[in-house]
């Protein structure tokens, strides 16, 4: 038996197999199990924020015909909040989580994203075209030059941002006008 210890990260379960597949924040990164008790331990540390200690058995696998070597099997045998020698798991130390901004779009995901916005933009511009230019490929092409906008603009200075944060110089804007809010005569009315 080995033990990890490590953040469980997922517990899922496929019902058409009956096996619970256990995810983690560690090495190895995943465990599975038949067994619901293991399995319903790891969902509760990973519902409740606890670290755990995970008790699981290496069995070999099928070949992989890749590799000619066999699959390494890992099953969960027992989850439960991991200790230092019976003492609290808890240090003293509050640990700070990285803001998200650290975290980057898989580049992959931005593309699709910014074709998605693309493709919107591309279908609302249908009305103002001639109608021999209503077609997939003319809206294709569209959605796609959007999208390269979109991906490849660069990311404004923290100069330009604080800029456009700033507000503007008061000038005639559309409530201005000293007629704004008086009642409307029924004669001014043109029908």
Known sequence: ?????ANVTKVSKDEGTGWYTIETDGEPKRLTTRNEVPAKEAAALRRDGVRARLTYTEKEGNENPRTGQPYINRYLDKAEAATANGASADDGIEVVRAEATSRKTDPRDAWRMCLNKGGELAVRTLPLMASEERDF?????IATAWARFFY???????DEVAFASEPASRGPGAYDDPSYGQAIQDDDIPY
């Open 137 to 141: 490929d003319t809206q294709k092409r």
């Open 1 to 5: 038996m080995a033990v990890l210890e």
């Open 152 to 158: 490849f603009s660069p990311a404004p200075s923290p």
